[in-house]
């Protein structure tokens, strides 16, 4: 069965820092693309960035280029997200999702863990 | 970036009723467009993939079509399970980017 765990949220302060973590299972995890994906409180889903398999590309979407960071550690079936320079707009659910490679889809979603950015 | 608009934002509907939700891509992305289902409290699951593709265990009553700009997830006959709310997701290129979501609620 594939299981994607994610821990690491939080409650921070703006300009604060936070590192996010998703530990899988039930695949081989250094074969896919992987993502992390945010909800805002009530809102829709939008994509943060993506990493391929052997972490030599990253994509990130505009908002956080410069201040976030996705990492992946393959002997440990580990995905990261280093969040920096936190703002209140980045308080969200993060979920970890299997997937991201370009003309391919997300198709296995952690549970989602919650970063809420507010002094 | 690519702009995904759905429609309706929200729909009600009857258990055995048949329903459509569209998405339109502010630019051609050819067949590269998938959909989700979220269920309150719940992470998204994705239910079908490159427009028509129904992902493994989603049941038949779920179908996707269109093509470049404009597509269609249709429920052939809702049952209570499926009120939840609906994302389409374009992977045409990144930022990948979803449309705004479609709640389908019950009448």
């Known amino acids: 069965e594939v299981q994607l765990v994610e821990s690491g949220g939080g409650l921070v302060q703006p300009g604060g820092s936070l590192r996010l973590s998703c530990v899988v299972s039930?695949?081989?995890?250094?074969?896919?693309?992987m993502s992390w994906v945010r909800q805002a409180p009530g809102k829709g889903l939008e994509w943060v960035a993506n990493?391929?398999?052997?972490?030599?590309?990253?994509y990130y979407v505009d908002s956080v280029k410069g201040r976030f960071t996705i990492s992946r550690d393959n002997a440990k079936n580990s995905l990261y997200l280093q969040m920096n320079s936190l703002r209140a707009e980045d308080t969200a659910v993060y979920y970890c999702?299997?997937?991201?490679?370009?003309?391919?889809?997300?198709?296995?979603w952690g549970q989602g863990t919650l970063v809420t950015v507010s002094s | 970036d690519i702009q995904m608009t759905q429609s309706p934002s929200s729909l009600s509907a009857s258990v055995g009723d048949r329903v459509t939700i569209t998405c339109r891509a502010s630019?051609?992305?050819?067949?590269?467009l998938n959909w989700y289902q979220q269920k309150p409290g719940k992470a998204p699951k994705l239910l079908i993939y490159?427009?028509?593709t129904v992902q493994g265990g989603v049941p038949s009553r779920f179908s996707g079509s269109g093509s470049g700009t404009d597509f269609t997830l249709t429920i052939s006959s809702l049952q209570p399970e499926d009120f939840a709310t609906y994302y389409c997701?374009?992977?045409?290129?990144?930022?990948?980017?979803f449309g705004q979501g479609t709640r389908l609620e019950i009448k």
């Open positions: 039930g695949f081989t995890f250094n074969t896919y693309w």
């Open positions: 630019q051609s992305i050819s067949s590269y």
């Open positions: 990493i391929k398999q052997d972490g030599s590309e990253m």
């Open positions: 490159a427009t028509s």
């Open positions: 997701q374009q992977s045409y290129s990144t930022p990948y980017s």
């Open positions: 999702a299997r997937g991201g490679v370009i003309r391919g889809r997300f198709d296995n």
